[in-house]
C-alpha cells in the first residue's frame, strides 16, 4: 500500500522471482515523467531535498519530483553533492625537479577509503623578465601547475588526513577543493502533479 504521495502509486504490480527462485510481489518500473518548464535552482552548502521541496512545492515530501528533474544523479545525495564518494582537487608545488608521483600514488592508494588517484599536471607559457648579455628581454617560460585528484570515501577518511600524506611525501599542499555540485545548477520543475 502507497500513500497518495508515493510516486509508486500507479505503477503497476507485477511478479519477480528473487534469488532462491521464489516469486515475489513487485512494482513494475517506473518510468520517468516530462519535466517541461523546470525552474533552477543553485547549489548551496546545507540544501536538503526536503526543504527545496517545502520551499518550491510546499510539500517536504514531493522532493522526488526534483529527482526525477535530474535524471543524470543516480542518488538524491550526489544531486546535492553529498554523497559519500567525493574527489578532491589537491594542488601542489615541490621543490623536486622529478617528483615523487610514483611513491605519492602508492601512499594515497594505500589509504582506506580512497579509490581513486591521478595526477594533473598543466603547462603555461608566461612572459617573464630575464637579463640577456646585461639587456633586459621578455621570454616566455613554462609554469607547471600541478595537482593531485583523490577520489574517496568521506566515512573512511578525510580531506586534511590526505593533505597532511601529501605534504609528508615532500609536497607542499595547496587549499584542497572538492569537485562536487556547490554552486552548480539543478533543475526543478515548475508545476507538481499528483
Known sequence: MFSKLSRYRTVPDMVSPDARGRILPAKGVRPLPDTPGALEHTVDSGDRLDQLAASYYGQPLHYWHICDANPLFLSPLELLGQEPVTSTHFPLTTAAKDPPWAALIA??????????????????????????????????????????VVTYHRIDVQAQDLAALIAARGFDVGPPVDRGRLGQSIAIPAAVSG
Open 107 to 148: 601512499a594515497l592508494s594505500a589509504v582506506n577509503g580512497v579509490r581513486d588517484v591521478t595526477v594533473a599536471e598543466d603547462v603555461e607559457l608566461v612572459p617573464q623578465t630575464q637579463t640577456v648579455s646585461g639587456q633586459q628581454v621578455t621570454v616566455i617560460v613554462e609554469r607547471f601547475a600541478r595537482a593531485v
